[in-house]
């Protein structure tokens, strides 16, 4: 697709009576995200962590009402956790359509669900490769991980996903805030 017309792909979803759902993909590791703290001036807060490359990788969607989906793997995500979220998303909203970027996990075995009958039940968009700024999952990635998990120091990847379970929840509870990244 050469164009990414929100518009049309909202007509598209409404004549369908599908769900339009933004999809993305980001990993959380076990070093901190570091922000600003309120320490008293001179007294710098001294975070303790493992210093390692381990991580989860969390896939989820967002749709324009602020409802947030999400799955969680420790492995890095493929196109077989692509599909895994793809039937996840077609179990609970019935139709949809998904808008995401064009990261290699896309392809593959996505297309294979997709001549396999998936097809009926869900339809995908490609955002363009030169705008990133128009994926309003940017703002999930960035209140997750300098806001809900900000200063966190997780001792292994269990406590990381239990916090991690956490904060999605607490953004859930919020769609006023799913929806402001829309905007």
């Known amino acids: 697709m050469a164009h990414f ?87 609970v909203l019935r139709k949809v359509l998904v808008i995401w970027d064009r990261s290699p996990i896309h392809r593959g075995e996505v297309r294979q669900f997709l001549t396999n009958g998936g097809a009926r039940n869900v339809h995908l968009e490609a955002l363009p490769p030169y705008a990133p700024d128009l994926n309003p999952h940017e703002g999930v990635w960035q209140h997750l991980k300098h806001v809900e998990l900000r200063n966190l120091c997780c001792a292994d990847l269990a406590h990381l996903r239990q916090e991690l379970h956490f904060a999605a929840m607490r953004l859930r509870s919020k769609p006023h805030c799913v929806r402001a990244f829309f905007a």
Do not use: N
């Open 5 to 91: 017309d929100l518009a049309r792909a909202r007509k598209k979803a409404l004549r369908e009576g599908a769900t339009i759902v933004f999809v993305d993909e980001s990993g959380f590791y076990l070093v901190p995200g570091l922000v600003r703290t309120y320490a008293p001036c001179g007294q710098t807060p001294i975070l303790r962590c493992w210093q390692t490359h381990d991580h989860l990788s969390m896939m989820s969607g967002i749709t324009p009402a602020g409802q947030l989906y999400t799955r969680v793997r420790e492995q890095a995500l493929t196109s077989t956790g692509a599909v895994a979220f793809l039937k996840h998303l077609r179990q």
